[in-house]
């Protein structure tokens, strides 16, 4: 047991320990660990709430484990009330039929920023490893896990700033230059220099060049020091999931619009409607021909209902969003989706008319699929200034629900809104 002690660095504390023996030399084991100090121990115990026993656990003894995942939980729903709606997104986006992987990526990617799972693991798995190599916990637990992931981490831990020597060269690398497979980065260096063997082949010509750039590590400069990488070779001496995440998942192409779609001053049940049209995926009658339904519109009674009819190449829709941006929008309002799309994201209005475009973009999209929806299940019928009428209130009580302070710099929002 010392010398356990001296190659691990791990003492027993005999007090807190139990020995658990079978076979045919229990008694002198018994006897020897009486003499230690430690007691002799019956399984079965408990080890980190879990029986510890000599069998594979029943279903039975898994059950304390999984009462308290759940009593987690569901605790953890109670304290976040959006849970409920953000099922009711997913229910709802699963419906429109929007692929998983679209969701999956952040709101910039045009996602709607959810994580998945299996990143989520990986990068907890990492930050597993981030804590075994900076020695910020013991050596227990996660050990499997590190070979598991032996190849994520390369990527992230540095050996020399262009990465690992060996992804550089391959195998024959470690002839060429003259260093063993198996050697320390000082035992590449002698007397302050790297000693690396040049070699005539071009492309090693070159690394050697770029080693030879490279800072000798040199004692007196202090110990050396793990590195997370945080995006493109930025090393820091901290791990930070939200950057690990970043590098691990699959990145889609920016998006313009984003930012029309969410915002502040938005209405979450609003922008939602307005990222699935963004995204042709409401279900307008060219999308549910598909399903062995035909429908025009409904609010003029056109052959065919796509979105870009319904926004706002439609009679009705375009009176409705003419009467409601045209002067916000200085006489800029325009039938076609891409069109309104593109002046929303980039456009020089003054800041708050920029917002209140946005609100009343997003407004009049939601209630005009609304109406249409009505009418489609002949729940009712409004006008087109009944329509306007009802944006326009919906307007008004998002703006004095933003309760904007007086001193506010768009305390204005509401004013400017009568305004135009
Ligand atoms: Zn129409």
């Known amino acids: 047991m010392d010398q356990f002690a001296r190659i691990s660095g791990l003492h027993i504390n005999a007090f807190k320990s139990s020995i658990f023996a079978s076979g045919q030399t229990v008694t ?34 898994y059950e304390p484990l999984t009462d308290q995942v759940r009593g987690r939980m569901l605790a953890w729903r109670n304290k976040c ?37 299996h990143y989520s693991s990986k990068v907890f798995a ?37 990465g690992r020597l060996i992804d550089i060269t391959g195998a024959v690398g470690t002839c060429y230059l003259g260093i063993a497979r198996d050697a320390r ?65 699959q990145k889609k192409a920016t998006v313009l619009w984003n930012k029309s779609v969410w915002f ?3 209405v979450p049940r609003f922008s939602f409607i307005v990222w699935l049209a963004v995204r042709n995926r409401l279900s307008t009658g060219d999308r549910m021909r598909a399903w062995g339904i035909h429908q025009g519109c409904l609010l003029c009674g056109e052959r065919d209902e796509t979105r870009d009819h319904v926004f706002f190449v439609c009679p009705y829709s ?34 708050m008319d920029k917002i209140l475009l946005k609100m009343v973009f997003q407004t009049t999209i939601y209630h005009l699929w609304q109406e249409r929806n009505r009418r489609r299940h002949q729940t009712g019928h409004r006008t087109v200034d009944q329509t306007v009428r009802v944006i326009d209130k919906a307007m008004r009580n998002r703006i004095s629900s933003l309760r904007y302070r007086a001193d506010h710099k768009f305390t204005g929002l509401m004013q400017r809104w009568f305004e135009v």
């Open 28 to 61: 002198p084991m018994l006897n020897e660990a009486e003499r230690l100090g430690i007691k002799a121990g019956k399984l079965p115990v408990r080890y980190l709430g879990m029986p510890l026993t000599t069998k594979a656990l029943s279903k039975q003894e």
């Open 81 to 117: 009330l959006s849970y409920a709606g953000r099922l009711q997104l997913i229910k709802s986006t699963h419906k429109a039929k929007v692929a998983w992987e679209d969701l999956c990526c952040p709101l910039e990617e045009g996602g709607l920023g959810i994580r998945k799972l």
């Open 126 to 162: 990492l930050s597993l490893i981030w804590r075994i190599i900076s020695k910020k916990s013991s050596m227990w637990g996660g050990c499997k896990k590190f070979l598991d992931l032996e190849k994520a981490v390369k990527a992230s831990v540095a050996s020399i700033s262009s």
């Open 185 to 249: 980065v000082c035992e590449a260096v002698t007397q302050a220099q790297w000693s690396v063997r040049r070699h005539r082949i071009r492309h090693f010509h070159e690394l050697h060049a770029r080693i030879q750039r490279e800072p000798v590590p040199d004692d007196q400069q202090g110990q050396d020091v793990i590195l997370w990488n945080h995006s493109d070779d930025n090393f820091k001496p901290w791990f930070c999931s939200a950057r690990t995440w970043d590098q691990i998942r």
């Open 264 to 266: 502040t001053q938005g």
């Open 318 to 351: 375009f009176t409705v969003w003419d009467k409601l941006a045209n002067r916000l929008s200085g006489n800029r309002t325009d039938p076609d989706w891409t069109t309104s799309l593109q002046f929303l994201s980039a456009n020089n209005l003054q800041i």
